[in-house]
């Protein structure tokens, strides 16, 4: 609950930012004659929408198991980062599309310098907004939050291309608005497809890393009366993580004995792991 209530916070701060440098740069756009400046404006525009499905994400994912979810509703948080990245794809498409609307047209104009000021405080401002989003999802967890957190990222790249291109527009290099568009919209799209990627494999229990790994492995060793290690098997659930472990004990043990073994390990791994949230370990026979 702590997690979401972080989530939260965060979220509508980027919210209200975003609504207030949106409407600040298509004022801009259009007082400075400048399409790839209103074109930055709507993608800002995208990043509130974005952010509202990270909330309806955070708020569904954060829900406690119950009689028809009983592993929990962390899974939530793949489907919802994969309505993001299908955003950004869009998004970036949109932005290269108008972009080579306006190089074909040859309907360049000279952009004012309000447009310059407001793509470069652009810049400034959702740089500082891709490395706050960024901190809090890795600290809850979030690739829905992360994946909002690479829109504002996707943001700064874009207003980096309507600074080039207004610049450049301004210096009688008028056509290179367009192509910073184009250049731009390419960025967009491959932060799409990887976050798209990294969502389908959140989805379909794919195995933890090897990192992960090999730390249940040693923790497990470690715990006095474990012979050794006879399958570990994970998988990635939303952004936590299940384990199922078979683990050798000495034959000649009692029941109990052996069952303590097994509880020590699942209390240790389940409380130095954060990750994990669910560990099921399984003993089998040990002999020389």
Same mark, same amino acid.
Request: hydrophobic letters at 50%.
């Given at each position: 609950?702590?997690?979401?209530?972080?989530?939260?916070?965060?979220?509508?701060?980027?919210?209200?930012?975003?609504? !207030?440098?949106?409407?600040?740069?298509?004022?801009?756009?259009?007082?400075?004659?400048?399409?790839?400046?209103?074109?930055?404006? /709507? =993608?800002?525009?995208?990043?509130?929408?974005?952010?509202?499905?990270?909330?309806?994400?955070?708020?569904?994912?954060?829900? $406690?198991?119950?009689? $028809? =979810?009983?592993?929990?509703?962390?899974?939530?948080?793949?489907?919802?980062?994969?309505?993001?990245?299908?955003?950004?794809?869009?998004?970036?498409?949109?932005?290269?599309? $108008?972009?080579?609307? !306006?190089?074909?047209?040859?309907?360049?104009?000279?952009?004012?310098?309000?447009?310059?000021?407001?793509?470069?405080?652009?810049?400034?401002?959702?740089?500082?907004?891709?490395?706050?989003?960024?901190?809090?999802?890795?600290?809850?967890?979030?690739?829905?939050? $992360?994946?909002?957190?690479? =829109?504002?990222?996707?943001?700064?790249?874009?207003?980096?291309?309507?600074?080039?291109?207004?610049?450049?527009?301004?210096?009688?290099?008028?056509?290179?608005?367009?192509?910073?568009?184009?250049?731009?919209?390419?960025?967009? /799209?491959?932060?799409?497809?990887?976050?798209?990627?990294?969502? /389908?494999?959140?989805?379909?229990?794919?195995?933890?890393?090897?990192? !992960?790994?090999?730390?249940?492995?040693?923790?497990?060793?470690?715990?006095?009366?474990?012979?050794?290690?006879?399958?570990?098997?994970?998988?990635?659930?939303?952004?936590?993580?299940?384990?199922?472990?078979?683990?050798?004990?000495?034959?000649?043990?009692? /029941?109990?004995?052996?069952?303590?073994?097994?509880?020590?390990?699942?209390?240790?791994?389940?409380?130095?792991?954060?990750?994990?949230? =669910?560990?099921?370990?399984?003993?089998?026979?040990?002999?020389?």
């Amino acid at each position: 609950m702590e997690n979401y209530k972080l989530g939260v916070k965060a979220s509508w701060i980027t919210v209200v930012v975003n609504i !207030i440098l949106a409407t600040f740069k298509v004022m801009a756009g259009i007082i400075g004659n400048s399409s790839a400046m209103i074109a930055d404006g /709507v =993608h800002t525009l995208s990043d509130v929408l974005t952010t509202f499905v990270v909330l309806l994400g955070l708020r569904i994912s954060s829900k $406690e198991a119950d009689k $028809e =979810h009983p592993y929990g509703h962390e899974k939530y948080e793949s489907v919802f980062a994969k309505v993001l990245s299908m955003l950004l794809l869009l998004t970036g498409i949109f932005i290269g599309y $108008e972009a080579i609307k !306006i190089l074909i047209s040859g309907e360049t104009r000279t952009p004012k310098l309000i447009a310059l000021i407001a793509a470069f405080l652009s810049i400034i401002v959702k740089e500082g907004m891709y490395w706050y989003t960024i901190k809090i999802a890795r600290k809850i967890k979030s690739i829905s939050m $992360e994946a909002d957190a690479w =829109h504002h990222r996707s943001d700064a790249f874009s207003s980096i291309g309507t600074f080039v291109g207004v610049l450049g527009a301004q210096l009688g290099f008028t056509a290179l608005d367009p192509i910073a568009g184009i250049i731009v919209s390419i960025f967009v /799209v491959k932060v799409g497809v990887d976050l798209y990627i990294k969502s /389908v494999k959140e989805l379909v229990d794919e195995a933890a890393s090897e990192e !992960i790994i090999e730390m249940i492995r040693a923790k497990s060793k470690f715990i006095d009366g474990v012979k050794g290690i006879k399958s570990l098997k994970t998988r990635v659930f939303g952004n936590r993580i299940y384990v199922d472990i078979e683990i050798f004990v000495d034959s000649n043990i009692s /029941v109990r004995s052996g069952h303590d073994i097994a509880e020590k390990v699942h209390d240790k791994l389940e409380a130095e792991i954060s990750d994990i949230k =669910h560990c099921m370990v399984h003993i089998e026979p040990f002999q020389k």
